[in-house]
Structure formats: structure tokens, C-alpha cells
């Protein structure tokens, strides 16, 4: 069956340090994809990147970057510099091939970025 | 940008009511979605609709229906509203192309007292 964690519940950290959050997947498919999105406190899910099962390599976007590894079922982002502006709650996501009409959520990471 | 729309940022309603949460997007999406989002539970998915009059169950459908008229619009009912159907929710759309990612609304908070 699929699943998604999100280990890490709730994070602090001071401006202007690096962050990272985990999420690690379970899936039988072979052909999947994996979602990040960001609910700020006014409540709507933004979409950040999707990445898909035969694309491993990292991604970067601006103070934003995607560890996909699948040698570890896990699709970890990272955010440089953080700001007191990233502070939100942070989804990782996963669709399967055969059925991407459904979308599997963690239960998402709440991230403080402290002044 | 896709733009989906929900009718209302905060609702509050007593016990029993019929209520409507109304959800329009405007990009033509085949898919449409809603969940509600409650602490500790992540996301639960309530119904979702292929297209115009069609509708799937989701994770956690008892209590509510769903109504898709047309395209744009989607619709969540709870037919007799409970004090544990108080929560945020969220609808969502998606083009019904290979894995697209879903696109939200601001979301409903909704109180039944």
C-alpha cells in the first residue's frame, strides 16, 4: 500500500539557517510521482514541484532544493537562507501511475522560521 | 495561474443545517477534489469527480454529497451537519493529463455549533 512520512511534526530554526525536511515513501509501483506543496497561514496549498520515479536528479530553485533518492524511498527538500516568509506547514506527496487521480499526503511538517 | 475559488473563508452553522460549500475553478479542469484537513490527520479525501456528473467516493465520504452540475463548479454538502464535521476545507482541480499536480483554494473554515 502507499504511504507517505513526515517524520519531523513541527521545526524551528533561526532566519538565515539552512533546513531541511524529511519525507520518506512506501509504494509497490515503479512508475510514481512525488509532490512538495506549502500551506502558509492563510490556508492554501501551493504547489512546489513534482518529480517523477525515473528522474532522479536533483532539483534546485532558487533557495529551494529536491533529494530524490530512491535507494532510500525518500524525497527530502531543503531550504537555504530561510526566511521568516518560509515559515508554513510543508506536504510531501505522492500519485501512482495507475491510479494519479489520487494523491497520498503526509502529514506535513510545520516549519517556524524565528526573526 | 489556475484560480480555484471557494465561496467562503469562515462559516459558522448549528447543528443539523443542510450546508453548501461551493468550489469554481477556472482552467477548464477535467478533475475536481475535496478534503478536509484537521490537526494531526494531514489530509482526507471526501469525494472527487472525474467530470461534469461524475463522482467517486473518497477516504472519509459518510455525511457528505457532491454535486457537479457543471464543469467549473463543485460542490460539498453536508446534508445534516454535525459538531465533528467541523474543520478546514479544501478544495481542489487538476487537468486529467499523466500525474498533474492538484491546485487549491484558499479553503473553508467551517464551525458547526
Known amino acids: 500500500a502507499q504511504k507517505v512520512t513526515q517524520a519531523q511534526t513541527e521545526i524551528s530554526v533561526v532566519e538565515k539557517e539552512d533546513v531541511t525536511l524529511d519525507c520518506v515513501y512506501e509504494?509497490?509501483?515503479?512508475?510514481?510521482?512525488l509532490f512538495w506543496y506549502k500551506q502558509p497561514p492563510s490556508g492554501e496549498l501551493v504547489f512546489l514541484i513534482r518529480r517523477n520515479s525515473f528522474d532522479e536528479q536533483n532539483e534546485i530553485s532558487g533557495r529551494y532544493s529536491w533529494n530524490f533518492q530512491k535507494s532510500t524511498s525518500s524525497f527530502n527538500f531543503t531550504i537555504t537562507a530561510s526566511q521568516v516568509v518560509d515559515s508554513a506547514v510543508y506536504f510531501c506527496a505522492l500519485s501512482e501511475a495507475n491510479r494519479d487521480d489520487k494523491i497520498i499526503f503526509g502529514k506535513g511538517t510545520r516549519l517556524h522560521i524565528l526573526p | 495561474d489556475v484560480k480555484v475559488t471557494q465561496s467562503s473563508r469562515y462559516l459558522v452553522k448549528r447543528t443539523g443545517e443542510k450546508v453548501f460549500l461551493e468550489c469554481v475553478q477556472d482552467m477548464d479542469h477535467e478533475n475536481m477534489f475535496w478534503y478536509r484537513q484537521d490537526p494531526g490527520l494531514g489530509l482526507r479525501l471526501i469525494y472527487f469527480?472525474?467530470?461534469?456528473?461524475?463522482?467517486e467516493k473518497g477516504d472519509i465520504p459518510e455525511g457528505y454529497s457532491v454535486s457537479r452540475e457543471k464543469k467549473e463548479r463543485f460542490s460539498l454538502i453536508l446534508e445534516s451537519a454535525s459538531t465533528n464535521q467541523t474543520s478546514m476545507y479544501l478544495c481542489a482541480s487538476r487537468r486529467q493529463v499523466f500525474n498533474q499536480p492538484q491546485h487549491f483554494g484558499d479553503g473553508t473554515r467551517l464551525s458547526i455549533l
Open positions: 469527480s472525474y467530470d461534469v456528473k461524475m463522482k
Open positions: 509504494t509497490r509501483d515503479t512508475t510514481y510521482y
